[in-house]
């Protein structure tokens, strides 16, 4: 009876992680198709692409009609600098408050961070119109500046580092203080390297969400010195009359390369950094 | 580099050295909804106006599409950015009119040729531009729905390829008999393919038109969408699948039929005419294009772009940007436009122009949507036009996919824009 029992839970244990193992397969399948589908269609010539001929010949035409219809080094060059110079912004303002909001006794300190959690709720499409005639005031419409300025006091990155700050032992702050540090060196010394799986999973997701914006950037720039790739790429979606999706996908995968190759390069720092930081 | 100058000006540089040298500077808004390096013909446009008046200075700045292009205009008015004119939706006249950021062109018509050039236009294309007896956008990049259809399948099922459909039973039995099915009796192609994503409202208005209905008041403060005859109209599309299987069930995406049309999916198919350029050159086949096929009359509603004349910037700079939007409209350009892209010549000076008469002697098809013009109807524009289309919209799909009976679905439509449009009525 109870070698049975044992023998039932060992099988049921391997049926268990059998069909996670599978169900794991089919997510990544699902997840890659989009993806396996642009680099299928990129390869193919307009109606080659949506009939899944295997033995139509895989041409780079596409790629090439792509890269001339847009400047497509300028775009990715901009997209890249605005993008870091908004992260760096980001990590150095959400740090600060993070740790102000979780280690510095002031009054009002909840009634803040209330209000910063509730900039959480408010889609940033809403203030377009207001973000616009501020940045205009600065004199910074068309300017990297302009496109990273609204999204620097990131709600997000402020809860996540409170959270994270707030979960290490008090212990450490007490000793780096008997030790003789400020609470600046505290912060520099202690919090934040202990923080690095937080810093990287917040820094995975601003850059995917801000290398992926589009109506902001293309509201407040007006010509090529500071549009990113995904405003370029958006001149091949053709709304009024359809889309041609080989050059199409070729204009994207251009637009995603870089994006990917990052991803694909740190992916094990990143999966570790999500289990740890504990966002899923 | 304009705020630097205009910082020189205010305070380094006296006045009047300023206003004698510095070029009239003009900024221009404009979406692009077909593909293709457009931008590129935009800017050659540009360059020769600048050509002609070499005291203004133009940037042409493409703004993404309609919707895009209409936010971010919008939010360049309110911020205090210099933007004088726009190509924006022609639907969205009456929400910018009231909003009060745009001018009449009435402001500027004072010569007798400039009353002509305001006379020129094609009055179909006036529709969507005028309200309370005043012209307050003046067309650009306009199109109307047209048939395409596929001539060797015409010649292969049998039928004259010369002799398109051109009443409702007509198009019922020639696209009965240009469904094509393999031996398993699966569709291989089908008769006729009429979008219903994307642009609903756009289509329906064709077939409502063609029914001897409109969808709206001129006024645009009351809406017409659960009448006896707009319920047929919608009853017919769902019938075209439902009874006469002649069109895939469902709905059909917009995107993607003009590649299934390439692909001979489809037989026919109704799409803006804005395609004709992309069709012609990709088909590996004969095209027709045709007028929409009527019922009690013929129709369509026209679409597109408009140009727009923004309350911003001083008044030498709005009589320089009118100045730009008669040049953009004049017979050459317009005539260029329409060769580029299939948009429909804005005035009958146009297709006397020489470029686009060898044209059309190459490529008659370019001619249907202009002839079509006399049959056209205003495309749907209310107040808070958004939401009203978006209501129509959900209505017509709810049919399509078989949530609801056309009857119900348009009922509902209308109780609901109707209390949105209540307050609008004065």
Known sequence: MSINSAKGSAASIKWFSASNTLAAWVLALLWISPLLYMLWASLHTGSAAITFDLSEPISLDNFQQAWQMAPFTRYLINTFASVSILLIAQLLVCTLAGYALARVKFTGRNVVFVLILLQLMVMPEILISENYQFIAQLGAVDSYLGIALPYIASAFGIFLLRQTFKQMPQELHDAARIEGLGPLAILVKVYVPLAKPTYLAYALVSVSYHWNNFLWPLVITNTEASRPVTVGLALFGSPETGVDWGVLSAGTLIAIAPLLAIFLIFQRQFMQSFMTAGIK | ?426
């Open chain 2, 1 to 426: 580099m304009l705020t630097l100058r205009k910082w020189l000006c205010g305070t380094v540089l006296s006045v009047s050295a300023c206003s004698v040298n510095a070029a009239t500077e003009l900024t221009m808004y404009y979406p692009v909804a077909v593909g293709g390096p457009l931008t590129e013909v935009v800017d050659g446009m540009i360059e020769k106006f600048e050509g002609q008046h070499p005291d203004i200075s133009v940037n042409a700045i493409y703004a993404g599409n309609y919707n895009d292009a209409r936010i971010k205009a919008l939010a360049a008015l309110k911020g205090g950015e210099p933007v004088q004119t726009s190509v924006l939706f022609s639907i969205d006249m009456l929400e910018l009119k009231d909003m009060g950021v745009i001018r009449p062109f009435d402001d500027f018509v004072k010569t007798p040729e400039d009353k002509a050039w305001l006379n020129s236009f094609y009055p179909a294309l006036m529709e969507n531009g005028q309200s309370e007896q005043k012209t307050w956008g003046v067309p650009f990049q306009r199109s109307t729905i047209v048939m395409y259809y596929n001539k060797d399948a015409f010649r292969a099922a049998g039928l004259d390829p010369e002799k398109p459909p051109t009443t409702w039973q007509a198009l019922r039995k020639t696209a009965a008999k240009l469904v094509k099915k393999n031996s398993a009796a699966e569709v291989e192609r089908w008769g006729l393919m009429i979008p219903s994503t994307g642009y609903p409202y756009w289509m329906f208005g064709a077939l409502t038109k063609q029914n001897g209905e409109r969808l709206m008041s001129a006024d645009g403060t009351q809406v017409n969408f659960n009448s006896p005859g707009t319920v047929e109209a919608l009853q017919f599309w769902l019938d075209l699948s439902n009874k006469d299987q002649v069109m895939p069930k469902g709905t059909i995406e917009w995107g993607t039929l003009r590649q299934n049309f390439l692909e001979q999916k489809t037989a026919m198919m109704w799409h803006s005419t804005g395609n004709l350029t992309a069709v012609l050159k990709n088909a590996t086949f004969d095209v027709g294009v045709a007028q929409l096929p009527g019922n009690i009359e013929q129709g369509s509603p026209t679409g597109g772009g408009n140009f727009y004349l923004f309350r911003n910037g001083s008044e030498q700079e709005q009589q320089a940007a009118f100045e730009l939007i008669k040049f953009m409209t004049s017979p050459e350009q317009s005539a260029q436009w329409s060769k580029t892209t299939g948009y429909v010549g804005v005035s009958s000076a146009a297709y006397d122009t020489e470029s686009l008469i060898d044209y059309t002697k190459k490529v008659p098809q370019a001619l249907v949507a202009r002839d079509q013009l006399e049959h056209a109807t205003a495309e749907l524009a209310t107040y808070q036009a958004g939401r009203v289309r978006k209501m129509l919209d959900d209505a017509i799909q709810s049919a399509l996919i078989g949530q609801q009976p056309p009857k119900a679905a348009l009922d509902s439509a209308q109780a609901q824009a109707e209390r949105v449009l209540r307050k609008h009525r004065s």
